[in-house]
T-cell receptor
Framework: NAGVTQTPKFQVLKTGQSMTLQCAQD?????MSWYRQDPGMGLRLIHY???????DQGEVPNGYNVSRSTTEDFPLRLLSAAPSQTSVYFC??????????????FGEGSRLTVL | AQSVTQLDSHVSVSEGTPVLLRCNYS??????LFWYVQHPNKGLQLLLK??????LVKGINGFEAEFKKSETSFHLTKPSAHMSDAAEYFC??????????????FGGGTRLMVKP
């Protein structure tokens, strides 16, 4: 029972490089989201999706892009990495049918450093 | 608008003593409230949730929290700390009537340290 799987777990980039963080879930969840975690700031929502083909911006979307072509996958793209994007990124998913329960299922995180 | 404040960034207790992690929230509607736990190098896991039923909510691993509307608080407690409780804890407020998917607001987190 894999749950939510994120890759890579660690990545170092140079300023201006692009990359994609992968997220896959095997629970048939409609809702998927990306958060970033920075010390003392909790988790902040970057982008989210309520189903295949539907995405929307969260609190801190600038510099990131997402797509949702299947129910299972929700990749996060960094278009031109900046040092301010150094953070730990979490993918989370949830059921949504019948009402959002508030329980998110998280991956183990991807730690990104931008030099 | 909604917000959540965790009053202590770090809490240190001795094994076997009580745990109290404090959370205050602000909300313009009747909120739902959650506590999540994050062990080192892991994702977050739901500990417990309040959704307008009983004000005293029991969660996993002996934790519980009490919703106090008059004090706008949702403090997390445990009678006796265990070494395995050392982790970071997040208080979360939500409007579950908003089904748009962007309704969770996380507090800044409280790191719990347990001394032997």
């Amino acid at each position: 029972n894999a749950g939510v799987t994120q890759t890579p777990k660690f990545q170092v980039l140079k300023t201006g490089q692009s990359m994609t963080l992968q997220c896959a879930q095997d629970m048939n969840h409609e809702y998927m989201s990306w958060y970033r975690q920075d010390p003392g700031m909790g988790l902040r929502l970057i982008h989210y999706s309520v189903g295949a083909g539907i995405t929307d911006q969260g609190e801190v979307p600038n510099g990131y892009n997402v797509s949702r072509s299947t129910t299972e996958d929700f990749p996060l793209r960094l278009l031109s990495a900046a040092p301010s994007q150094t953070s730990v990124y979490f993918c989370a998913s949830s059921y949504r049918s019948g009402g959002f329960s508030g329980e998110l299922f998280f991956g183990e995180g991807s730690r990104l450093t931008v030099l | 608008a909604q917000s959540v404040t965790q009053l202590d960034s770090h809490v240190s207790v001795s094994e076997g003593t009580p745990v109290l992690l404090r959370c205050n929230y602000s909300s313009s509607y009747s909120p739902s409230l959650f506590w999540y736990v994050q062990h080192p190098n892991k994702g977050l896991q739901l500990l417990l949730k309040y959704t307008s039923a009983a004000t005293l909510v029991k969660g996993i691993n002996g934790f519980e929290a009490e919703f106090k509307k008059s004090e706008t608080s949702f403090h997390l407690t445990k009678p006796s700390a265990h070494m395995s409780d050392a982790a970071e804890y997040f208080c979360v407020v939500s409007d579950l009537n908003n089904n748009a998917g962007n309704m969770l607001t996380f507090g800044g987190g409280t790191r719990l340290m347990v001394k032997p």
